[in-house]
Every structure is written in structure tokens, then in C-alpha cells.
């Protein structure tokens, strides 16, 4: 079992910058793929990012936001630069066991799921 506790939501103003954490605990992090995702009011949850064997970005953060792992800390980073408004959501991170040709821009690829944290961008 895999708990993951996300924190480092909160409001921000257009072009401003947050960083968000995601803990896992276990002693096994370092096999588990990574995710982050948004859902923003009335819209489906969405892939952001994912760190596995490499990293993917979705189209619309791509050169804003980076993702980064610390396994030592047990730990998944999502860097959000140049924040618009259309950011606004709530962000979960997910993990999912690291096995060949999973799909890991899909949500239900995942095993666990953070509560979520909110972000909202602006002015």
C-alpha cells in the first residue's frame, strides 16, 4: 500500500510561479512510475506529467512546468512556471508500478492517488 500526501497549492497570480510535493511512503518508491494530474470544475481529470523511465509532459504545460523525483526523499516535484488562469484545478499526484507498455498518460494506469491540492491562478 502506497499513501502519497500532496502540498503547495494555493493562489497565485497570472505568470507567477508554484511548486508542488508529493510524499509517498513505502520503501519501495523508486519502482513506482510517477503521475500528476488536474481536474478543474465540471472537466475531466487530466494528465500533466509523469516521470517513469523518462518524462512526458502534456501539450498544454509543455516549457512551463517540470516534473522531478526525489527518491531519496520519497518525493515527486511538479514545477509550475508562467501560470495562466486555464491552470487553475485541482492537481493529484498518482503512482503506478513501473511494467513495460503501461500507458502512463492514463489515469486509470494508477494505483494510488493523492486527496488533491488545489491551485488556482489569478488576479
Known amino acids: 500500500q502506497v499513501q502519497l500526501v500532496e502540498s503547495g497549492g494555493g493562489l497565485v497570480q497570472p505568470g507567477g510561479s508554484l511548486r508542488l510535493s508529493c510524499t509517498a511512503s513505502?520503501?519501495?518508491?523508486?519502482?513506482?512510475?510517477m503521475g500528476w494530474f488536474r481536474q478543474a470544475p465540471g472537466k475531466e481529470r487530466e494528465f500533466v506529467a509523469r516521470?517513469?523511465?523518462?518524462?512526458d509532459y502534456a501539450d498544454s504545460v509543455m516549457g512551463r512546468f517540470t516534473i522531478s523525483r526525489d527518491n531519496a526523499k520519497n518525493t515527486v516535484y511538479l514545477q509550475m512556471n508562467s501560470l495562466k488562469p486555464e491552470d487553475t484545478a485541482v492537481y493529484y499526484c498518482?503512482?503506478?508500478?513501473?511494467?513495460?507498455?503501461?500507458?502512463?498518460?492514463?489515469?486509470?494506469?494508477?494505483?494510488?492517488w493523492g486527496q488533491g491540492t488545489q491551485v488556482t491562478v489569478s488576479s
Open positions: 498518482a503512482a503506478a508500478r513501473l511494467i513495460a507498455a503501461r500507458n502512463y498518460r492514463a489515469a486509470n494506469t494508477y494505483e494510488y
Open positions: 513505502g520503501p519501495t518508491f523508486s519502482t513506482y512510475g
Open positions: 516521470k517513469t523511465w523518462s518524462t
